[in-house]
């Protein structure tokens, strides 16, 4: 892995029918990272705020308001709109190894019906860490799409956050990364 050269901004990869898979190198330590993943109020700055139980079967709680992630005044497509918020978002953790391992469910299912899973993996990289985040069981186009585009969008976000640049756009690098992955996870 030494060496190995990451770009922050790669489209995610699909792993298998239902799976992505995002690697980005972030500026570390390993701690600030995974604070930025679990602690509610960092979490908040990039993807959702909310509660984490930090224990395999702990109940998370992500509360999404997208439209504070974006820079004043940038429009929201139409097609977004029901994703500016707030929105909640339930699961469980599933695997915890502080502060390498983080796995969850996304969403309780109403109908019985398995939750996806969301798993962040961290890897000292010298002074920067090495994020992989694995999307599986994601159960329709549209489910996979949402995630790929929303994923790939927020940890932009997560990188301008670490490295202390300015808020990026968000609904109009949510808007350009939609095509890429409508014709990636239909192939």
Same mark, same amino acid.
């Given at each position: ?15 298998? +029918? ?16 995974? +604070? ?12 959702? %705020?909310? +509660?984490m139980e930090l224990r395999v079967g702990g109940r998370v709680v992500l509360n999404f308001h997208n439209a504070l ?5 940038? &429009? ?21 190894? &502080? ?13 019985? %019906? ?9 890897? &000292? ?14 159960? %329709? ?6 995630? %790929? ?39």
């Amino acid at each position: 892995m030494s060496g190995e050269v990451i770009d922050n901004d790669a489209y995610g990869q699909v792993l298998e +029918s239902g799976a992505v898979r995002f690697r980005r190198l972030l500026p570390g330590p390993v701690e600030r990272v995974w +604070s930025y993943i679990t602690d509610p109020e960092k979490r908040a700055v990039w993807l959702a %705020s909310g +509660s984490m139980e930090l224990r395999v079967g702990g109940r998370v709680v992500l509360n999404f308001h997208n439209a504070l992630l974006a820079p004043a005044g940038e &429009p929201v497509p139409e097609w977004l709109q029901p994703y500016s918020g707030p929105l909640t978002q339930r699961g469980r953790i599933t695997q915890l190894d &502080p502060p390498q391992l983080l796995a969850m469910t996304w969403g309780e299912a109403e109908d019985g %019906s398995p939750a996806s899973e969301v798993v962040f993996e961290l890897t &000292p990289q010298g002074r920067d860490v090495l994020l992989v985040l694995t999307h599986r069981r994601l159960t %329709s186009g549209t489910e996979g799409l949402m995630v %790929s585009c929303g994923w790939h969008v927020h940890m932009g976000v997560l990188i301008a956050r670490l490295k202390g640049d300015p808020q990026p756009a968000y609904w109009g690098r949510f808007d350009q990364v939609q095509a890429h992955y409508k014709t990636l996870l239909t192939a």
